[in-house]
């Protein structure tokens, strides 16, 4: 039983800084990309970053220049370094590893930017 547990999130001020990490307990094969989604209350669940199995990656415009998405292989584990953070930037952040055969989903953590 594959589990993703994240870590992380949290309260900060705008401008300030925070470092999600997103570890995968369990054998996972074939995976084609690690991300992370986030969900802001009333909204949809956007894409936030993407990160392929080769390192190619993927930015929401609204977070390029101040996220950094990075992965390692090894430990099957997947990174988010937010700066700049801003109070739009408040929802819960969902782990995401996606696979040829699954897609697997972490619980979510809650980062919370205050102005």
């Known amino acids: 039983q594959v589990q993703l547990v994240e870590s992380g999130g949290g309260l900060v001020q705008a401008g300030g800084s925070l470092r999600l990490s997103c570890a995968a307990s369990?054998?996972?094969?074939?995976?084609?990309?690690m991300g992370w989604y986030r969900q802001a209350p009333g909204k949809q669940r956007e894409k936030v970053a993407v990160i392929t199995s080769s390192g190619s990656t993927n930015y929401a415009d609204s977070v390029k220049g101040r996220f950094t998405i990075s992965r390692d292989n090894a430990k099957n584990t997947v990174y988010l370094q937010m700066n700049s953070l801003k109070p739009e930037d408040t929802a819960v952040y969902y782990c995401n590893i996606d696979t040829y055969w699954d897609d697997y989903w972490g619980q979510g953590t809650q980062v919370t930017v205050s102005s």
């Open positions: 369990g054998s996972i094969f074939g995976i084609k990309t």
